[in-house]
């Protein structure tokens, strides 16, 4: 079962990068996060918001979200653009088990992205982080970008009800700049807001990081959350699939829907 | 053409050549002018591009209200609506001008538009312009959001000046476009290079707010990105300021780009016919 | 002066493969075609998928620059005189693509008379005789979205007749097309070559080409395998389409 899940995983993964160049992969994922990390910095400094600290290690950990939440839609929504998703519905493997599968080389694909992110951007602006800090942070990183590959996959299964699978997932991946407290400071937002923040990937796990470069140290609380969080969507996405694959067989509209 | 018959002066070819001229000006203009107006239609019909145009700009309108609530200007919400409206401009142009090539490969109208009988910037430049003034949709959208929501009037201190400043914000974006445009048009995956570009360009050319900390080599690409202008000439007639010098220059600097991406494209179309990079097969 | 004439064209393409370590694999699409096709003829040009036929079409209409050899249409070369070409000629293709999908089929004609350079002055008067032609006049304020294939392309021919090019590109232009809706067409193509109008066509259909074409080439590899007019081919005996298969059949393993 291991194997199945690794293996689909890596394959899909391959797949991506059949229809993009290392050149323009490293572009968008590497690049793009790193300007979006400066662009609210800087933005922050003149503004007067909060400090830089806030600002690095929130985007860094958000960094992984685009790789991620794109990732898990691709997962569902390539099947479907290269006309496989029957097949992959049809294989009398686990479904469930093949998608969830499939997320998780776009969740290490975030991990690195966030931790180059997060490197990057401290080096750039002159951010010490504790070497103390180090392992939490890959922990807190990892889980990050697992519970936003989850949910990448949730939006990628709702997005197989609607016919813009990318207008769902475009819309999430700038709402979650705005609610995961990473640009402004959860305290500042509308309460209906912040608890929107809290049901959505990467805000409890930037609070930890911040907690861990602040030297605070004290983050089980907060990355329990994140990891609560993510097993919530990865069980959404499978039982949406599960609906899905059941209601495609009935109506037989598995690539026309 | 160049010998002078009988019966004719020098300053009749002149004269006819002038109007050959003025001609040929009138149907290129036409080109563009109905192109664009097509293409916009085109754009407009699809849900996607109407959905990502209005939506993600409210979504950073909002960020940037309560970003502006928290920091230490919050009178100045108006400018951050209009800030994430000028965003959204960027945004059409920069995603139009990767992707709107890509989609006319997709769609197979790259070779009907290349084996017209036009120079390939009277093909391209419509559609360019078409994304910058859907773009516009996003700056209508965050402006009533801003009201609606927040009661952010917009109260602008040159309303003609602002729909004046907008227009040519748009026109000068949309040549910078093109030039975008002729560099992507050989690029099979353009969309992921404009992903880049997105950020770096709100930032440098201080179209949210413009930044006083950004370091000093930044400066000089500011002053040559027309969207520094275009961004100061609709901030300026919105909160102030003297608007045509920075619409001349966004303007100018724009013209500079049309000019660049003209030649770049007479280059690119040659290149695309050797590579065979015109068609999606 | 014949309105195609190519020599030795040649077309190789490059395409590069993988992405760790990029290989450069050349292909020889077009590996030596010569032909001439007079003023008013109606010239076939037959083969399997891949053959070359779309290659030879797209160096002949100046999208694709040859790698070797030469050609002329209407007098000017491909490669330099471009414009001139191109103000000559008319492309059509089969398919679906091509055409701006949420655009009523006036307005992409509209654009493509705009485009095409004619005269704003007689543009409505053109489009309106070439919706009759097509059959599309009632139906062209419909956005294309709607339309049917073969309603497609008709639009697809009207838009390559809109500025009366000299010489027609048509490349496969009856494929997914209903038999009457290709009938149809058939006789467009037939009255377009009547009027004068030069047509370099490729089809699957041997009935088409035999009906339709004054001449035929048949290519297969890259390079012409037989030229003559359909009773040539013929040789007498059979059909087009046995000659046509013993022709390909002695290259094609398959």
């Given amino acids: 079962m291991s194997r199945l899940i690794g293996l689909g995983g890596v394959i899909a993964y391959r797949a991506l990068f059949n229809w993009t160049s290392p050149a323009m992969f490293t572009g968008t994922l590497l690049a793009s996060p790193l300007f979006q990390l400066l662009f609210f910095a800087y933005l922050g400094r003149q503004l007067g918001v909060a400090d830089d600290t806030f600002y690095i290690v929130g985007n860094a950990v958000l960094s992984a979200s685009v790789a991620c939440v794109f990732g898990g839609t691709m997962a569902v929504a390539n099947e479907r653009r290269f006309g496989t998703l029957g097949h992959v519905l049809l294989s009398p493997r686990s479904r469930t088990a093949i998608f969830l599968g499939r997320v998780l080389p776009y969740a290490l694909n975030g991990l690195l992205v966030a931790a180059f992110t997060l490197s990057a951007g401290a080096l750039l602006l002159g951010l010490r982080i504790p070497p103390g800090a180090v392992p939490g942070l890959l922990v807190v990183l990892a889980a990050g970008s697992l519970s936003c590959g989850f949910f990448g996959l949730t939006l990628g299964a709702i997005g197989l009800r609607f016919r813009d699978v990318w207008l769902v997932s475009n819309v999430a991946t700038s709402l979650m700049l705005l609610l995961t407290g990473v640009n402004i400071p959860l305290n500042r937002l509308p309460a209906w807001m912040g608890a929107l923040g809290d049901l959505l990937p990467i805000t409890h796990a930037a609070r930890a990081a911040r907690a861990l470069v602040s030297g605070q140290g004290a983050v089980p609380a907060d990355l329990g959350a994140e990891a609560v969080v993510g097993l919530g969507y990865a069980v959404t996405a499978g039982v949406l699939l599960k609906v899905f694959e059941a209601e495609s067989r009935r109506r037989a509209s598995l690539d026309t829907l | ?281 | ?254």
């Fill in chain 2, 1 to 281: 053409m160049s010998a002078i018959g009988p019966g004719t002066t020098p300053a009749t070819t002149t004269g006819v050549r002038a109007e050959r001229a003025i001609a040929a000006g009138a149907s290129a203009a036409r080109v563009v002018i109905v192109g664009a107006l097509l293409h916009v239609k085109q754009l407009s019909r699809s849900p996607f591009e109407i959905a990502t145009a209005f939506i993600v700009p409210l979504v950073q309108a909002t960020l940037a209200v309560y970003l502006f609530r928290a920091g230490t200007e919050p009178h100045l919400l108006l400018e951050a609506a209009v800030g994430a409206g000028l965003m959204g401009v960027w945004s059409s142009v920069l995603f139009g001008s990767g992707g709107a090539i890509q989609n006319q490969r997709w769609q197979g109208t790259l070779e009907m538009l290349m084996i017209a009988p036009r120079p390939a910037v009277l093909t391209l430049l419509p559609v360019t312009l078409a994304n910058a003034v859907t773009g516009t949709y996003a700056m209508l959208g965050t402006l009533a959001w801003g009201w609606a929501l927040y009661g952010i009037t917009p109260d602008f201190r040159d309303p003609l000046g602002f729909v004046a400043a907008a227009a040519g914000c748009v026109a000068g974006l949309g040549m910078f476009g093109l030039l975008l445009a002729a560099t992507f048009v050989l690029l099979r995956n353009a969309n992921a290079l404009t992903n880049t570009l997105e950020y770096p360009i709100w930032l440098v050319s201080g179209m949210l707010v413009p930044i006083s900390a950004l370091p000093g080599w930044t400066g000089p690409i500011a002053a040559v990105l027309p969207t520094t202008w275009g961004a100061r000439a609709v901030r300026e007639a919105a909160a102030g300021g003297p608007i045509w010098p920075s619409l001349a220059a966004c303007l100018a600097i724009g013209a500079a780009c049309l000019a660049l991406g003209t030649l770049a494209l007479v280059h690119v179309e040659r290149r695309a016919r050797v590579t065979a990079t015109l068609a999606l097969a």
């Fill in chain 3, 1 to 254: 002066m014949n309105a195609i004439e190519a020599d030795g064209l040649r077309r190789t393409y490059r395409q590069r493969t993988g992405w760790l370590s990029p290989k450069l694999i050349e292909t020889e699409a077009v590996r030596g075609v010569s032909l001439s096709v007079a003023r008013g003829e109606l010239f076939g040009l037959l083969g399997p998928n891949g053959a070359g036929k779309t290659t030879t079409i797209k160096m002949l209409n100046t999208l694709l620059i040859p790698t070797a050899g030469t050609a002329r249409v209407a007098g000017f070369d491909v490669v330099r005189q471009t414009r001139e070409v191109r103000r000559r000629i008319g492309y059509v293709f089969g398919g679906d693509r091509g055409l701006y999908d949420r655009l009523s089929g006036l307005d992409n004609l509209r654009y493509f008379a705009e485009l095409y350079g004619v005269p704003p002055r007689e543009q409505r008067r053109r489009i309106a005789e070439l919706l009759d032609l097509v059959g599309l006049a009632g139906r062209e304020r419909e956005r294309v979205e709607g339309y049917s294939r073969g309603m497609r392309q008709r639009l697809h021919i009207a838009r390559g007749l809109l500025h009366e090019p000299q010489v027609l590109f048509l490349d496969e232009p009856s494929i997914g097309v209903d038999p009457v809706a290709a009938r149809e067409l058939r006789r467009t193509i037939a009255d377009l070559a009547a009027t004068g109008t030069t047509v370099l066509l490729t089809t699957h259909y041997m009935a088409e080409a035999d009906e339709l074409c004054d001449r035929i080439a048949v290519i297969a590899g890259g390079v012409i395998r037989a030229l003559g007019t359909p009773a040539e081919l013929k040789g007498g005996t059979g059909t087009l389409e046995d000659a046509y298969v013993s022709i390909v059949g002695e290259v094609q393993p398959a």
